[in-house]
């Protein structure tokens, strides 16, 4: 019988990886769509722990409530990535500064991720 480690995942070096700003840049737009209400948030579960799944769908449901009550339709949000900022504690996790900038605000984005089963999952997303 096989115990429970065995299918926990896996850490994964960071020389085994991919090149990472793609997937921040390609995380930060996702996450912008979402908060929107114009992407699922469902898209980008491939991508992201459970923690970080739950705390982006909250602050999507939340901008939906939020944009219903103000009566505002969805609408494809316009923005451009000014910066990515990386660094990298320790093997296998990286850690990123996004900034933003829309017609309203600019905002940052901060991203840890970390290397699992040979991917990398995003373990902490949070749009400042």
Known sequence: MLSSEYFAPQPTSSS???DPVPLLRGL?????????????????ARWLSE?????LATRANLSARARSARGL????PTF???????????DG??????????????????????GL????????FAVL
Do not use: C, K, N, Y
């Open 73 to 76: 339709a969805p609408a494809r």
């Open 28 to 44: 930060t737009r996702g996450a912008l769509e979402v908060l929107a209400g114009i992407r699922e948030v469902d898209q980008l």
């Open 93 to 114: 996790i990286v850690e990123a500064a996004i900034v933003v900038a829309g017609p309203g605000r600019t905002r940052a984005v901060a991203v840890r991720l970390e």
């Open 16 to 18: 085994a990886l991919p």
């Open 51 to 55: 923690d970080a799944f739950r705390a």
């Open 80 to 90: 451009q990535i000014l910066s990515i900022r990386v660094t990298q504690p320790v």
């Open 117 to 124: 089963d040979g991917r990398w999952r995003a373990s902490s």
